[in-house]
């Protein structure tokens, strides 16, 4: 059963407008988000991460919205470049057991076109 | 953030034998994990490789198969035994410095079973 869902496998966006990436999941327990991305032959690299009592945290380019009630959250960043083509990973952390184990969506592989 | 290195980046190997793959960290970190991303999926948590102690598994995942070691704070290894070509992957070594924070990833080594 997947906890964390990324239903777009793939988004193709024009260069200076909004990539706007989703996720959902299904466990109430987890409280605590984090955006990955990854580019071929590299390991993820953290981008941003939201708590569960925000509903919003933005860092530069980056905007990580969360909504509780319907288990979304979504990754904004604007204005698009080329070098954000990537495979960008959601994940969440459980509020119980082991805190830091994370459990990740499938992945949004991004393209960014001049 | 960490430094993470890991060894080899890719192999091929032949059905039946097995791998071992290093992760070493620039600095003590409390908690490292191991994750596997098969073709077209998610990262999945394969173990927490604990410091002088066993590995704890997530389900599915086996000592057997998948054993570990953690010496030290800095180093952990994962071999993949006996292995079959549902055992092509990539795999990577993850570390957490504090709690409910992000995790940082090596590079991965992408495993070919023939």
């Known amino acids: 059963d997947q906890q964390v869902k990324q239903n777009s496998p793939s988004l193709s966006v024009q260069e200076g407008r909004i990539s706007i990436l989703n996720c959902d999941y299904t466990n109430s327990m987890f409280d605590y988000f984090l955006w990955y991305k990854k580019y071929p032959a590299e390991g993820p690299t953290f981008l941003i991460s939201i708590s569960s009592i925000k509903d919003k945290n933005e860092d530069g380019r980056f905007t990580v919205f969360l909504n509780k009630s319907a288990k979304h959250l979504s990754l904004h960043i604007v204005p698009s470049q080329p070098g954000d083509s990537a495979v960008y990973f959601c994940?969440?952390?459980?509020?119980?057991?082991?805190?830091?184990?994370?459990?990740f969506g499938t992945g949004t592989r991004l393209q960014v076109t001049l | 953030s960490a430094v993470i290195s890991q060894k080899p980046s890719r192999d091929i190997c032949q059905r039946g034998t097995s791998l071992t793959i290093q992760c070493q960290v620039d600095?003590?970190?409390?908690?490292m994990f191991w994750y596997r991303q098969q073709p077209g999926q998610s990262l999945t948590l394969i173990a927490t490789?604990?410091?002088?102690?066993?590995?704890?598994?997530e389900s599915g995942f086996v000592i057997d198969k998948f054993p570990i070691s953690r010496p030290n704070l800095t180093f952990s290894t994962l071999t993949v035994s006996n292995m079959s070509p549902e055992d092509s992957s990539i795999y990577l070594c993850?570390?957490?410095?504090?709690?409910?924070?992000?995790?940082?990833f090596g590079q991965g080594t992408r495993l070919t079973v023939v």
């Open positions: 600095s003590q970190v409390t908690m």
């Open positions: 490789a604990n410091q002088g102690s066993e590995a704890t598994y």
């Open positions: 994940a969440a952390i459980l509020s119980t057991g082991t805190a830091s184990k994370l459990t």
């Open positions: 993850s570390v957490v410095r504090r709690m409910n924070t992000e995790a940082f």
